[in-house]
Each structure stands twice: as structure tokens, then as C-alpha cells.
């Protein structure tokens, strides 16, 4: 399954076209392009892992909801044994683009819950159905905090109620009563580990017309849009560096170029040359930046005007991250400075040309880059949040 988070929402000609346009400065067009798929999920592929431990019904669940029974072919193998140490695909017909992942039972391998996560690759599902019988276990309850850790959702399937039936039959006990029991006691139980419930089912994988197979049916199938646009939510800033890598790397190796250049100004021992030249190409390289990035005044204003929104708010947005991250950049700079023109002035005469050289050349190219690199990392944020308030997603 695995695949890169751009190639799961666009097709390999569209990688290429996003990663292109941003690196010749077209912000505005990369957004359009992320803006029209957002606007039109229907053939997004949704990736929904069935988790829970081994016997819980996870597999029959799977072949339930597909029309199959355990003999058909491409069925799920049912069993109280899990044999698969991967996760295995299985098309859902009913609803395309929705495959179910089938996981390894999670008390199967006896691997220690971040082990197990990590092998099957838990952060690449959009959404989660935990399959539990008998009781609420502990193996549910981390599942779920891990999912939640995520932002992403799930539903609670407490399958084989037809057994819990029989019971309260045995028991001579309320029917309806019975399962309003069950059922807060799975809310009770997600409460408290700290869990928001999920939409909880109660099912037969036998009896489909009992109890609320029907109903789980029908809420995913209608929930299917929202949980697409909550993946893609999720997954936008992944996909963002995806697109924004290739530009990335050669502003960064231009930053490392003018840090080496305001180095070798710095070793030319004439008082205030590095200072000036230093401040100037940072200042440059400052401007530059913004253009590079996308978040100059020019193309925050035609990006507006392409989305609908006042530039007002996309500047807004995008201060919620510079300001709090150029005062402490400034003030290295002005630190610099300061232990700068403090080494020229005071020991001067102390030190030959050479160490002066030295000291030049390495406390200009550490004060270019820090603050070039800063500023680069705060102006990454910075698109993060113009992106998000432009494509309306919250």
C-alpha cells in the first residue's frame, strides 16, 4: 500500500504539473488545481481499515459487507487464527474507490502496540472500523487513542450480538433493554480512556436483516463525502510538501549560497564592509523568499481575486506565523551585529588579519543562514495557512 500522499489524490501527469507551476512561481495555479479536486471528491479512493484482535469477526464483517460468504471466491479467510502478518486489500463493489483493508489481528503477534501500528501502517488508512465481540478489551481502547491522536474517525462494530441475544434470552432479561445496556456500555468504556464515542453498531454478520447491518450500511455510504473531505484535509499538508519539495531544495541551496557569500565578504578585514554587505544580502535574500514562496503582496492579491476572498484575510492568515517568528530572528540579528562590530571595534588591534578573517567569515555565514533558514521554515508555515484559507478548509 504504499504510495506517495500526492499520487493517492492525483494522477502522475497532475504531480508533475502542481510541482511545476509552484516551482516557476505559480502558487495561484497550484491552488486552483488543489481547489477544483476538492471541490469534486466522488473518485477519491478511500482506504478503510477493519481492525480488532483475532476471532473477533473482522474477516466475516469484511465478506458480510461485500456480499460473500466464506467459501466464495475472493472471500476473506474466516478463523479464530490470523496466518497474515500484512494487511490484505479487498475491493468493495457496492462503493468504489472504498477498499477495505483486512489487518492482522492486533493480539495476534504478540507485538507491542507502536510495533504492531508501524507494520501495518496504521497513519495510511483515512478511516477505521474497529470490530470487537463479547466486551470492550483493552487492545480497542488504544486503537481507538491512536486513531483520535490521528483526527481521524471510526466506527465501533460490536459484531456477533446474536450471541448476546441468546444470553439474554438464557437470562430471561429485556431484549430491548439488553442491548441499550451493550451499547452504553461501549460509550462508557471510549469515555473512559478518554475517547470521544464513535457511531457504535451492534450486528449479526449472519442475520443481516437484524439488529443494524442495515443501518452501518447506509451511514457509511452517506458519511462517504465527509470522510473524504476530512482525509484530504488531513493529508494536505503532506501533499503540499510533496509539491513544494523540488522548489524547496533549490531555495534552500540558495540560502546556503548567499550564507557562503556573505562568509566571503565577511574575510576581507575592512571595518563595516561585512556589516553592510551581510544586512544586504540577507535583506535581499528576505524579499526573494516571499516572491519564491508565493506570499508577496502581488500574488496574495491575484490569489484572492481567483478564490473569492478579500486579500485581508489570506495576509491575516498568513501573519498568524511570521509575527511570532521574526522578533526572535531579528534579535540574532541584532545580536550579531552587536558581538560583530564589538570585535572590530574593541580587539582589532589585538588579533592578527588573519584571525579577524576567520572570525569574519564565520560569524557572517552563521548569521546570514540562521536567519535566511528561520525565515524560510516560518514562511513554509506561513503558505500552510494561506493554502488552507483559500481551499476554505478548517
Not at 459487507?65 to 475491493?91: F, I
Not at 444470553?167 to 461501549?186: H, P, S, V
Not at 473569492?308 to 540579528?333: H, Q, Y
Amino acid at each position: 500500500m504504499a504510495q506517495s500522499t500526492l499520487s493517492k489524490f492525483f494522477t502522475a501527469e497532475e504531480s508533475r504539473n502542481l510541482q511545476s507551476e509552484y516551482r516557476t512561481g505559480e502558487l495561484e495555479a497550484v491552488i486552483l488545481q488543489i481547489k477544483s479536486k476538492f471541490d469534486n471528491l466522488d473518485n477519491m479512493q478511500l482506504n478503510i481499515a477493519v481492525v480488532g484482535d483475532a476471532g473477533s469477526g473482522k474477516s466475516t464483517f469484511i465478506n458480510t459487507v461485500r456480499g460473500l460468504h466464506s467459501e466464495d471466491q475472493g472471500a476473506a479467510p474466516t478463523g479464530n487464527k490470523e496466518t497474515r502478518m500484512e494487511p490484505t486489500r479487498y475491493p468493495y463493489r457496492a462503493l468504489p474507490n472504498l477498499p477495505l483493508w483486512d489487518l492482522p489481528g492486533t493480539n495476534s503477534f504478540r507485538f507491542e502496540i507502536n510495533n504492531y501500528l508501524k507494520m501495518v501502517r496504521f497513519e495510511s488508512y483515512d478511516f477505521f472500523i474497529i470490530v470487537s465481540q463479547s466486551r470492550f478489551r483493552e487492545n480497542d481502547a488504544e486503537l481507538a487513542k491512536k486513531i483520535q491522536e490521528q483526527d481521524k474517525e471510526f466506527h465501533y462494530v460490536r459484531s456477533k450480538i446474536d450471541n448476546d441475544v441468546h444470553a439474554l434470552k438464557m437470562q430471561g432479561a429485556d431484549f430491548g433493554e439488553g442491548l441499550r445496556t451493550i451499547r452504553m456500555d461501549c460509550v462508557s468504556n471510549f469515555q473512559s480512556v478518554g475517547v470521544t464515542p464513535p457511531a457504535i453498531f451492534l450486528i449479526s454478520s449472519f442475520d443481516l436483516d437484524k439488529y443494524e447491518f442495515p443501518k452501518l450500511k447506509s451511514t457509511l455510504a452517506s458519511d462517504l463525502l465527509r470522510i473524504k473531505s476530512i482525509a484530504f484535509s488531513l493529508s494536505l499538508p503532506k501533499f503540499m510538501l510533496e509539491i513544494t519539495e523540488p522548489k524547496m531544495r533549490m531555495l534552500k541551496k540558495r540560502v546556503c549560497l548567499l550564507a557562503v557569500l556573505a562568509g566571503a565578504v565577511g574575510a576581507v578585514p575592512v571595518p563595516g564592509l561585512s556589516f553592510i554587505t551581510g544586512i544586504g544580502l540577507t535583506v535581499s535574500g528576505l524579499i526573494n523568499l516571499q516572491k519564491q514562496v508565493g506570499l508577496n503582496d502581488k500574488s496574495l492579491q491575484s490569489l484572492a481575486s481567483k478564490v473569492g476572498k478579500p486579500t485581508s484575510v489570506l495576509k491575516t492568515e498568513m501573519s498568524r506565523r511570521l509575527p511570532s517568528k521574526i522578533p526572535p530572528a531579528f534579535t540574532k540579528v541584532l545580536l550579531g551585529i552587536t558581538v560583530i562590530t564589538c570585535m572590530i571595534a574593541g580587539i582589532k588591534h589585538s588579533f592578527s588579519p588573519v584571525t579577524l578573517s576567520i572570525f569574519g567569515t564565520v560569524s557572517s555565514f552563521a548569521l546570514t543562514y540562521m536567519l535566511l533558514n528561520d525565515s524560510l521554515k516560518d514562511h513554509l508555515e506561513a503558505r500552510q495557512q494561506v493554502v488552507r484559507s483559500a481551499l476554505r478548509i478548517d
